[in-house]
Structures are given as C-alpha cells and as structure tokens.
C-alpha cells in the first residue's frame, strides 16, 4: 500500500519562473493538506483540500500561490513567478478522514531551491 | 509567534529515557499529536492525545494535561535510530495541524 508520493523530490528554479509540485494521497485518503518547512523550524500549514474543493487556504500566500486536487490525479500546488524567499521543503500529508484524531500522513517531500 | 513551546535540543545517552515536553495556548484546542522527522525525511506519525492522561506505544508514550495546556512525549530504552527531531502539533480545529518549532534529539553511544 503505497504512502504519499511527492514529486519532484528536489527542484530547481530561477528567479520568475514557475514551480509545481505534485502529491498523490495515500490510497483512500481524500484529505489533501499541504505544509511548508524553513530549515530548523517546524511545518507550517497552507492550504487543506478535499476533492475538486479547497476547504481551507488561510496558510498561503494570495499572491503566486494556487493549490488544487482535481477529481482525476493528483494534488499541485503552484508557485508563479518565484522569488528567494520560496526556497524551503514543501510536504504534502494526506488522511483518510478530517477529525483531529486522524493522523496525517507525509509525503517526503519537495525541496525547492530559488536560484 | 508560535503557539506552542519546546526545548529546542535534548541530549541522552543510548539506553536512557528521555521527556520532551510541550506548552501550548488553549484557544480552540482540539487534541496534541507527536511526529518525528529525521534529517531530509518525512515526518512520522507517532501518538495523539485528545484526553488526560497517558497514551503508551511500544518504547514511546505520550501525555497531555489540557488543565495545565501540557504534554509530554516519553521516548525509553533510548536507541542511536532515535536521534531525530521531535514536533509537538496541536489540533487547531477538526482538520488543521499547528507544529512546534520542533526538539532536536541527540543520542549518545
């Protein structure tokens, strides 16, 4: 049973280009969150999706970031026009229900680095 | 600023056992979960506690004290695997996670 699959693990983008980083939930898992994480520091939330519908986004940036989990494959969040300060780890976690007794499983990961 | 409180760093010897504490603000709280993260890795799932008390699995146990907005993660029979970081998170409504800064632990031959 496969875990949340991240991809790219590492990416590398140049000042103004475009990310997108993609996450594939855990089998049965409708739940998609999606987290960031500056070096010694812990995750912080951006933006809770269930299926074809964001439920919470109050973590991400208005500007440059979009995030959406179509009916049909996975999760991405997107990043335009990308600055220095984007560069962190970005996990996506997934669960099978919402309640806070629900663990939350984690992808391992995309390292973006801003050039 | 951030909601809840960790040491940043725990040091123990392989064998030993090891608390790493958690303060939290009570605001719309609605449980205390535990993850740990090895360098360049996933963080895990490890314990949750909704209620006081004490939740006991396997090496490592968990306790929370919401009058006193506390918890505690137990690690025993420390072993040199367990060197990782630590993430207290608390439940901030029924589906979003808050972290803590996150407990470096170190274990020593």
């Known amino acids: 049973n496969a875990g949340v699959m991240q991809n790219p693990r590492h990416l590398v983008r140049r000042r103004g280009q475009e990310a997108r980083l993609r996450c594939s939930p855990m089998k049965g898992h409708s739940h998609v969150y999606w987290y960031r994480q500056l070096p010694e520091e812990g995750l912080k939330f951006m933006v809770y999706l269930q299926k074809e519908n964001i439920i919470d986004e109050s973590g991400m940036p208005k500007e440059r970031f979009s995030a959406e989990f179509p009916k049909e494959g996975p999760s991405i969040l997107r990043i335009q026009q990308v600055v220095r300060g984007d560069s962190a780890a970005y996990f996506c976690?997934?669960?099978?229900?919402?309640?806070?007794?629900?663990?939350?499983?984690f992808g391992d990961g995309t390292r973006l680095s801003i050039l | 600023g951030q909601s809840l409180e960790q040491p940043s760093e725990v040091t123990a010897v392989e064998g030993a056992i090891v608390q790493i504490n958690c303060t939290y603000q009570?605001?719309?709280?609605?449980?205390l979960s535990w993850y740990q993260q090895h360098d360049g890795g996933a963080p895990t799932f490890l314990s949750y506690n909704a209620l006081d008390g004490l939740e006991e699995t396997g090496r490592f146990s968990s306790f929370l004290s919401r009058s006193d907005s506390y918890g505690y993660l137990l690690l025993q029979e420390l072993q040199m695997k367990d060197s990782a970081s630590y993430f207290c998170?608390?439940?901030?409504?029924?589906?979003?996670?808050?972290f803590g800064s996150g407990t470096r632990l170190l274990v020593r031959p």
């Open positions: 009570t605001s719309g709280f609605y449980g």
């Open positions: 998170a608390r439940g901030d409504s029924s589906y979003k996670l808050i």
């Open positions: 976690a997934s669960s099978q229900g919402s309640g806070s007794n629900q663990p939350q499983h």
